[in-house]
C-alpha cells in the first residue's frame, strides 16, 4: 500500500515538473498568467520554466510574418458594374500582449476588416480603373488596414490583389468594347495614311513642277546665252572676213570683179531658194534691173577701198 501510494507521489510529481518546463521554439513566443491574471511575462523561445498551478501559457502565436488569404469578394464599383477581388495580406505580430487581450480570434477579424477595406476602395473607381489603378489601390489598403490594425499590436507589410474579375456580361460587353476601339483606332490610322499619301504625292507635284520650271528657265538661260556667244562668234567672224576682204581689195584689184561675179550668183541663188521654199510665194523680178543692181554693187565695191 505504501509502495503504491509512493508511486502515486511519483508520477503526480513528475507531471508536475514535467508542466513546469515549457520549451518555445524560435520565432515564437507565449504570454504567462499568474491565477489568471496576466503579470507581463513573456516567454522567448527556448527552455523556460513555470511555477506548477500559479503560471500557465495564456497564448502561444508566432512573430514571424505571415499571410493572410482573402477569398474572392463581390464588389460594386462606382459605375454600379460588379467584380469579384481576391487579395493577399502579409502580416506580423509587433506586440504580443495586444494581439491576445485586444482583440478576439485576430485572424478573422484581420480578414474581415480586409474584405470591408476592400469593398469600400473598389466601391471609390470605376470599372476601368480598378485594372490601371491596381498599385495605387494597394497602396491605399496597406495604409488603411496598417492604421486600423496597430490597435491589435499587428503591422501590415504588404497587400497584393490578386485578381479582379468582372461578370460574364460585362466581359462580353469589355470584348465588344475592345472591338470597337481597335476598329476605330484602324481606320483612323487608315485615313491618316491616305492623307499622308496625298500630302506626300501633291508635295513630291509640286515639286516636281518647281524643279521643271527651274530646269526650264536654266534651260532659256543657257539657250539665250548660246545664242548670244554665237551671235557675238558671228559678228567676230563677219568683222574678221570683212578686213580680210578689205585687204585683198586692196592689195589685189583682179580680186574685185571675182567678188561682184560672186555677189552676182548669190543674188541668183537667192531668188531660186525663195522660189524653192514650202511656202507658195511670188517674187517680181525685173531682168532690166539685174545688170542695174550689178553695176550698182559694182560700184560699191569699187568705193570701199577708198572708203
Same mark, same amino acid.
Request: net charge negative; aromatic share 6%; with cysteine.
Given at each position: 500500500? +505504501? $509502495?503504491?501510494? /509512493?508511486?502515486? =507521489?511519483?508520477?503526480?510529481?513528475? &507531471? %508536475? /515538473?514535467? @508542466?513546469?518546463?515549457? =520549451?518555445?521554439?524560435?520565432?515564437?513566443?507565449?504570454?504567462?498568467?499568474?491565477? @489568471?491574471?496576466?503579470? @507581463?511575462?513573456?516567454?522567448?523561445?527556448?527552455?523556460?520554466?513555470?511555477?506548477?498551478?500559479?503560471?500557465?501559457?495564456?497564448?502561444?502565436?508566432t512573430v514571424r510574418e505571415?499571410?493572410?488569404?482573402?477569398?474572392?469578394?463581390?464588389?460594386?464599383t462606382r459605375d454600379n458594374? &460588379? =467584380?469579384?477581388?481576391?487579395?493577399?495580406? !502579409?502580416?506580423?505580430?509587433?506586440?504580443?500582449?495586444?494581439?491576445? !487581450?485586444?482583440?478576439?480570434?485576430?485572424?478573422?477579424?484581420? +480578414?474581415?476588416?480586409?474584405?470591408?477595406?476592400?469593398? &469600400?476602395?473598389?466601391?471609390?473607381?470605376?470599372?476601368?480603373?480598378?485594372?490601371?489603378?491596381?498599385?495605387?489601390? *494597394?497602396?491605399?489598403?496597406?495604409?488603411?488596414?496598417?492604421?486600423?490594425?496597430?490597435?491589435?499590436?499587428?503591422?501590415? %507589410?504588404?497587400?497584393? /490583389?490578386?485578381?479582379?474579375?468582372?461578370?460574364?456580361?460585362?466581359?462580353d460587353a469589355m470584348e465588344?468594347?475592345?472591338?470597337?476601339?481597335?476598329?476605330?483606332?484602324?481606320?483612323?490610322?487608315?485615313?491618316?495614311? +491616305?492623307?499622308?499619301?496625298?500630302?506626300?504625292?501633291?508635295?513630291?507635284?509640286?515639286?516636281?513642277?518647281?524643279?521643271?520650271?527651274?530646269?526650264?528657265?536654266?534651260?532659256?538661260?543657257?539657250?539665250?546665252?548660246?545664242?548670244?556667244?554665237?551671235?557675238?562668234?558671228?559678228?567676230?567672224?563677219?568683222?574678221?572676213? =570683212?578686213?580680210?576682204? %578689205?585687204? %585683198?581689195?586692196?592689195?589685189?584689184?583682179?580680186?574685185?570683179?571675182?567678188?561682184?561675179? /560672186?555677189?552676182? $550668183?548669190? !543674188?541668183? +541663188?537667192?531668188?531660186?531658194?525663195? @522660189? *524653192?521654199?514650202?511656202?507658195?510665194?511670188?517674187?517680181?523680178?525685173?531682168?532690166?534691173?539685174?545688170?542695174?543692181?550689178?553695176?550698182?554693187?559694182?560700184?560699191?565695191?569699187?568705193?570701199?577701198?577708198? &572708203?
Open positions: 500500500m +505504501e $509502495q503504491l501510494f /509512493l508511486i502515486i =507521489i511519483l508520477l503526480f510529481g513528475g &507531471s %508536475t /515538473l514535467a @508542466g513546469s518546463v515549457k =520549451i518555445i521554439n524560435q520565432g515564437d513566443k507565449a504570454l504567462v498568467e499568474s491565477l @489568471g491574471k496576466y503579470n @507581463g511575462r513573456t516567454l522567448d523561445p527556448g527552455l523556460n520554466f513555470l511555477v506548477p498551478f500559479y503560471h500557465r501559457v495564456a497564448y502561444k502565436e505571415q499571410v493572410l488569404d482573402i477569398p474572392p469578394q463581390k464588389c460594386i458594374v &460588379s =467584380i469579384s477581388v481576391d487579395a493577399v495580406v !502579409y502580416w506580423r505580430i509587433m506586440d504580443l500582449e495586444k494581439a491576445c !487581450y485586444k482583440v478576439n480570434n485576430l485572424q478573422a477579424a484581420m +480578414e474581415n476588416m480586409v474584405r470591408t477595406q476592400i469593398r &469600400s476602395e473598389m466601391g471609390k473607381l470605376e470599372l476601368d480603373q480598378t485594372f490601371t489603378a491596381r498599385t495605387e489601390v *494597394n497602396e491605399m489598403l496597406l495604409r488603411e488596414l496598417d492604421i486600423a490594425t496597430d490597435p491589435w499590436g499587428v503591422k501590415v %507589410t504588404r497587400v497584393e /490583389l490578386r485578381d479582379i474579375c468582372p461578370t460574364k456580361a460585362v466581359m465588344l468594347q475592345m472591338s470597337a476601339e481597335r476598329q476605330k483606332r484602324a481606320s483612323i490610322l487608315a485615313s491618316e495614311g +491616305e492623307r499622308e499619301s496625298a500630302v506626300n504625292s501633291a508635295k513630291g507635284r509640286a515639286e516636281a513642277q518647281v524643279l521643271a520650271a527651274e530646269a526650264q528657265q536654266k534651260a532659256v538661260v543657257l539657250e539665250a546665252q548660246a545664242q548670244r556667244q554665237s551671235q557675238v562668234l558671228k559678228a567676230h567672224a563677219t568683222a574678221e572676213a =570683212i578686213q580680210i576682204l %578689205t585687204k %585683198t581689195l586692196q592689195s589685189d584689184p583682179e580680186a574685185r570683179e571675182a567678188l561682184q561675179y /560672186l555677189l552676182a $550668183q548669190n !543674188y541668183i +541663188e537667192m531668188g531660186a531658194t525663195i @522660189g *524653192n521654199s514650202d511656202s507658195s510665194k511670188v517674187m517680181f523680178m525685173d531682168p532690166r534691173s539685174i545688170p542695174a543692181t550689178l553695176e550698182g554693187m559694182k560700184s560699191l565695191i569699187s568705193d570701199t577701198p577708198s &572708203s
